[in-house]
């Protein structure tokens, strides 16, 4: 199966429009099948990796972001299996601690950036505070931002800033070297629905239920509103989004990591030369193997 992913990417956001995009595939695809695409991508991902270590000049960052229950973990697994562990990052980001409020909102992602030649992987991410920081603005007040000292405070100025701030941050990245790609898994509310009670019902995944999960559909709407707004003001050329359908799960992997297979593929090195120096080295330690 030959996965078209240019009509997932948002590359400009002045066109991007949340309600156009559907959160089922246009295509089926079995168990099976998306394990084969996973299987065949990964092997791919991995060679990738190697080579990106090998050389030391580049580093690569995926982005996830979804309302709860889209499938992230169970996504960023399947991505990430079978690539040698040493040269994967993944990083997941909770609410932020006292210590990350006493700086501003980039900092602590900042400390998870993957060094040349990881796969830096991001759980939820800086993106948190232009999503769930939007739709509950009560949250910046622990930040103590200059100007700041009640919800009535925030204005559009604020989150326009921010976009600006993650646009320049990401567009630093990728100028000294990182590549960065972001992923909105989108699912439907009647989905999410339908795996919270998945949830509940298997007592082996109740550790993942939180009860905030059921609490914040209250704010579909808001939060719908708070992702059309980051990706339209974030998408660029140099750190696309790419909105993948979530509402099934085995073609949503199969989705992402083509993706990350196509995207990584494009800037994929040589092995570097060893040199005249090292060859010389070789020479020498074969001599000495074969002398033994």
Avoid: C
């Avoid at 646009?167 to 590549?179: A, S």
């Avoid at 998945?198 to 007592?203: G, K, S, W, Y």
């Avoid at 509402?247 to 990350?260: E, S």
Wanted: aromatic share 10%; glycine share 4%; proline share 4%.
């Amino acid at each position: 199966m030959n996965i078209d992913i240019s009509k997932y990417e948002v590359t400009n956001g002045e066109y991007f429009d949340m309600g156009k995009r559907s959160t089922k595939p246009d295509f089926s695809i079995s168990k099976s099948e998306s394990k084969k695409i996973i299987k065949r991508n990964v092997k791919e991902i991995a060679d990738f990796q190697e080579r990106m270590f090998a050389n030391q000049k580049r580093a690569a960052l995926v982005v996830f972001q979804a309302m709860d229950a889209a499938g992230k973990d169970g996504t960023i697994e399947r991505l990430v299996t079978g690539v040698n562990p040493q040269g994967v990052q993944v990083s997941a980001f909770k609410a932020p601690t006292p210590l990350e409020l006493r700086h501003d909102f980039l900092w602590r992602i900042q400390l998870k950036l993957p060094p040349r030649g990881i796969i830096g992987v991001f759980n939820r991410s800086h993106y948190e505070e232009v999503l769930v920081v939007r739709v509950h603005p009560s949250y910046l007040l622990p930040q103590d931002i200059p100007g700041i000292k009640s919800t009535e405070d925030v204005t559009d100025a604020l989150w326009e800033r921010r976009f600006r701030m993650i646009r320049n941050f990401e567009q630093n990245l990728v100028d000294t070297g990182t590549m960065v790609l972001k992923i909105f898994l989108q699912i439907s509310k009647e989905e999410q629905k339908r795996r919270l009670l998945d949830r509940i019902a298997e007592p082996d995944k109740h550790w993942k239920f939180n009860l905030s999960d059921v609490t914040e559909r209250l704010h579909w709407n808001d939060y719908m509103v708070a992702f059309e707004e980051a990706i339209k003001n974030t998408a660029t050329e140099g750190a696309p989004w790419y909105v993948v359908p979530g509402d099934d799960k085995y073609a949503a992997r199969a989705i992402v990591t083509t993706i990350v297979e196509k995207l990584f593929s494009k800037h994929k090195e040589a092995w570097p030369d060893a040199g005249a120096n090292k060859r010389d080295e070789i020479d020498a330690g074969e001599e000495i193997l074969e002398n033994e």
